[in-house]
């Protein structure tokens, strides 16, 4: 059984900063990719960032410069730090591991977190 967690969602004001943590637990043998979605209504779920393999990143080109992915191998988890938000970045964000378990690679989604920006 696995399980993603995550928190740092909330409301803050244009120009303000979160920082989304994602934690994989359970039956993990390997993470290849993890990675933060964010999706509105009526709208598809977007790529926001990945890395892989702890290494190598990428970012959708709105928000590069402003947010950072990092993840810590260790922990097996992955954080989304995002600075200079704007009332566009309001979204229900998601983790997202592609991760081994009972020796499958399989894609985990979290649970989601809404992220707010507004005044």
């Known amino acids: 059984q696995v399980q993603l967690v995550e928190s740092g969602g909330g409301l803050v004001q244009p120009g303000g900063s979160l920082r989304l943590s994602c934690a994989a637990s359970g039956s993990i043998l390997g993470i290849n990719v993890m990675g933060w979605y964010r999706q509105v209504p009526g709208k598809q779920r977007e790529l926001v960032a990945s890395?892989?393999?702890?290494?190598?990143?990428k970012y959708t080109d709105s928000m590069k410069g402003r947010f950072t992915i990092s993840r810590d191998v260790a922990k097996n988890t992955v954080d989304l730090q995002m600075n200079s938000l704007k009332p566009e970045d309001t979204a229900v964000y998601y983790c997202?591991?592609?991760?081994?378990?009972?020796?499958?690679?399989?894609?985990?989604w979290g649970q989601g977190t809404q992220v707010t920006v507004s005044s």
């Open positions: 890395i892989t393999n702890g290494i190598s990143t």
């Open positions: 997202n591991v592609k991760l081994m378990s009972d020796n499958i690679w399989t894609n985990y």
